[in-house]
């Protein structure tokens, strides 16, 4: 990505049956009431370290539909937002109270990934630039000694292996104060890093070996009811509604009739709303594990009839995830549309939303010209546009249409931040 469009604030083209007006104009509208009460929230439960949320615009309706505790992208946010970073790492840091001079930076062992290995780079930097020292302990089994990677943006990373002594961690010369896991523990806790006297933030238990998607968004339907009462809105506009059921097996085509009934109850009750809001598109619901990310074992599905006939294909490909984990549970969740488009070619884009403690620092659009509306553009073929963050999530402006640029980020702002506060109640 050239440094030009770096520094352009994305201009979409929202296809709508009817706008967003009604939504943002109400959550703008609300916006001391919005800020008073998320204030008394961060009091009574402090927000993770960081978080990056997953965001689709619909039109009728605004709802997250992931939330990634250990997120990587870093290198895709503007610039001009990397001093919100590091003004949030000091204030998290601070709030942790543990006199903290050095960070271990523990990584995803994605070594021949290079978009992780710069958004490593960046977020090495912003802590770095935060007044830290930094070192990155790897746990790449094969590393012996300290490894130095050059990426494709001319930046060098330092790898070094990690070291155990007793309940501590360290790096060759170097004992942290702190240690921030930037891995998601897709494959379980390692043994390494239990009962160490060292803080390990976000802690071992919300690894993807523990999570789960469905525990998570039950703590967001919760948190909606209450906010919702707040600014007298239906829930429903900013909660995609899910459902789960046991255990599956995609190979051997087990829970299968428990999987199609809950497509079949989930679509009703989606069809019952489209049809209190007077939408016209098609309902559908996206399935996908229950625990893990990066996009993978996630499908589309329009009827229930769809889950009894899955060929071995899309049975194969929904059967594992990340390091080939294999999904044994799965969660059921309305389908959210993105009418939100890039560019000359109408590419389907959505929102992305990064945030250190209760602070929103930047996002982008996630961009794809081979998916459709309905579909998961956290695939192969993406790319990404970085969104100009800077004061709009919380300045929104009056003057301006509801779709403007700084509403439409405010609005993103407060959705992202909601599922935030899920996610600290999630960890509490």
Excluded at 181 to 189: F, I, K, M, T
Excluded at 290 to 313: E, F, P
Aim: contains cysteine; hydrophobic residues 40%; aromatic residues 10%.
């Amino acid at each position: 990505m050239d440094s030009q469009s770096l520094n352009t604030i994305p201009h979409l083209t929202t296809v709508l049956q009817e706008p967003l007006e009604d939504l943002q104009t109400h959550l703008f509208k609300h916006r001391t009431k919005i800020e008073q009460w998320l204030r008394l929230q961060w009091q009574d439960t402090p927000a993770p370290f960081y978080a990056s949320v997953d965001l689709r615009n619909a039109g009728f309706k605004l709802a997250p539909v992931d939330t990634n505790l250990f997120p990587a992208g870093f290198n895709n946010l503007d610039p001009k937002t990397i001093p919100l970073a590091v003004q949030a790492v000091q204030s998290v840091i601070e709030r942790l109270n543990v006199g903290a001079y050095g960070i271990l930076l523990i990584p995803e062992n994605h070594t021949r990934n290079l978009h992780y290995l710069e958004s490593l780079a960046t977020l090495y930097d912003i802590l770095q630039k935060a007044g830290y020292e930094v070192r990155i302990g790897s746990m790449l089994p094969d590393l012996l000694e300290p490894q130095t990677l050059t990426l494709p943006s001319k930046r060098r990373l330092r790898l070094e292996p990690l070291i155990r002594e007793g309940d501590c961690i360290s790096v060759k010369n170097f004992v942290p104060c702190l240690v921030l896991l930037n891995n998601d523990l897709s494959l379980g806790r390692p043994p390494i890093l239990e009962d160490i006297h060292q803080e390990i933030i976000p802690p071992l238990q919300v690894g993807w070996s523990s999570r789960l998607k469905s525990t998570y968004f039950t703590h967001y339907q919760k948190v909606i009811q209450e906010f919702s009462k707040q600014i007298d809105i239906d829930p429903w506009l900013i909660d995609p509604l899910f459902r789960n059921c046991g255990e599956i097996n995609f190979l051997k085509k087990e829970g299968y009739e428990c999987l199609a009934d809950n497509v079949n109850i989930l679509l009703n009750a989606i069809r019952r709303k489209y049809a209190e809001y007077d939408v016209h598109h098609p309902p559908f619901v996206i399935v996908k594990a229950d625990a893990g990310s990066y996009g993978m074992g996630v499908m589309t599905v329009h009827d229930a009839d769809d889950i009894l006939a899955l060929n071995r294909k899309q049975r194969t490909r929904m059967s594992s995830t990340k390091e080939g984990k294999s999904i044994r549970r799965v969660i059921l969740q309305e389908g959210v549309y993105t009418f939100e488009t890039w560019g000359k070619l109408n590419a389907v884009a959505e929102p992305v939303v990064y945030m250190i403690d209760h602070f929103v620092v930047g996002g982008f659009y996630r961009v794809h010209t081979k998916r459709g509306v309905n579909e998961n553009l956290n695939a192969p073929g993406m790319h990404f546009e970085p969104l100009a963050f800077v004061n709009s999530y919380i300045t929104p402006d009056l003057h301006q249409t509801p779709d403007a640029d700084p509403n439409r980020f405010y609005a993103y702002g407060v959705i992202a931040r909601l599922a935030l506060l899920a996610a600290a109640r999630e960890l509490k």
